[in-house]
């Protein structure tokens, strides 16, 4: 692990970012330059200490997971998480694997979206970033373990967790979504990356997703209008949105009521029982 290079690295993103790049407003008594270190330890999900000792070339070796937790945070572009990756000592990720970066472009978009559902997926379907209100609307699946943070396998694989969301006369033209969204990720990616794994594990545990499988469609649809259940205030429309990287891997979902409509109050109810369920537990 080359310390001084991690620490200096570290350093120059912190200061080089603005408050209103994360989402944090700059207040009138700021001197410091660029992010203050509790900041960024706070956005990654570890203590000051443990930050500060890495900044200040006397941390350990830093996991695989704090790695990305601090690129996440920091803001970098892959080319930059994957030089403190060699910084620390570890093989660089496989871009073509498993996700579990945020495009920087799509996390500033996303960091200012809190009045309205919005969600960071994967061309895969992985879920790499929930705010409150999609997390009270579809489920924390950020949270999810192993294949559930995959939307075909909790769709496909028993017990079926996101199917509730959906009227079931519209479940239909979701499976094939799914599976025809699935097949252009395969297509790029190819049988030995996450999308081929995906399928042959879901292959034997649905014969629905098996028949969809064999239909060979091709399709990435995100943008629709959809109303989805739940299970306190009932159906809610919304109108999807989708923002893009440019090279298509990753998508933002923005999911918007028509303004003044039942639907819209129905969202700003979301929050406070999301709200109620935080405090309570």
Known sequence: MDRIGMAEFLRARREALRPEDVGLTEGPRRRTAGLRREEVAAAAAMSVDYYTRLEQQRGPQPSTAVLAALARALRMTRDERDYIFRLAGHAVPDR????????????????RLSDTPALV??????TLAQNALAVALLGDHVGARGWARFEAWRWFVPPHTDRGIYPESDRERQSRAIVA????????????????????EI???????????ERQEVAQRFADHKVLVHPELGDIEVDCQVLFTEDRGQALLVLTPEPRSEAEEKIRLLGVLGLQRFTAG
């Not at 969204?181 to 042959?200: C, F, K, M, N």
Request: charged share 20%.
């Open 203 to 213: 292959l034997p545990r649905s014969d629905e997703f098996r028949r969809l499988w």
């Open 181 to 200: 969204g699935l097949r252009s990720a395969y297509g790029i990616l190819g049988p030995a990356s996450v999308a081929g794994e995906l399928v042959a």
């Open 96 to 111: 073509l694997g498993r996700a579990d970066h945020v495009s920087p472009a799509l996390q500033r978009v996303f960091a």
């Open 121 to 126: 997926i994967s061309h895969v379907g992985e």
